[in-house]
């Protein structure tokens, strides 16, 4: 029973995304049970083929980070990682 979540923003999160199925079909199962589009949310956009714009046609956003240069970047960490990897001298 998730009644008691309706009229909240739902986010979906997943390390990656590349055919785009796995957010698609969630997405559309909480479409059936009532729920607006959610906001989805990626670390790694590989998005193969038209994965991108499915997953935009059944989602209210797609947002990922920088780790893989995409237009849905929105998430700045490529700074960060480049910093662990060669700290200051």
């Given at each position: 029973d998730l009644s008691r979540w309706q009229g909240?923003?739902?986010?979906l999160v997943d390390d990656m995304i590349s055919s785009g199925n796995t957010m698609i079909v969630a997405a559309e199962q909480l479409a059936a049970l009532g729920f607006g589009r959610p906001m989805c949310l990626t670390v790694h956009a590989l998005?193969?083929?038209?994965?991108?714009?499915?997953?935009l046609a059944v989602s209210q956003a797609v947002v990922s980070?920088?780790?893989?240069?995409?237009?849905?970047n929105a998430i700045p960490v490529s700074g960060l990682?480049?910093?662990?990897?060669?700290?200051?001298?």
């Open positions: 909240r923003t739902v986010v998005f193969a083929d038209d994965a991108y714009a499915r997953l980070t920088d780790t893989v240069r995409h237009v849905s990682l480049a910093a662990g990897i060669n700290p200051p001298a």
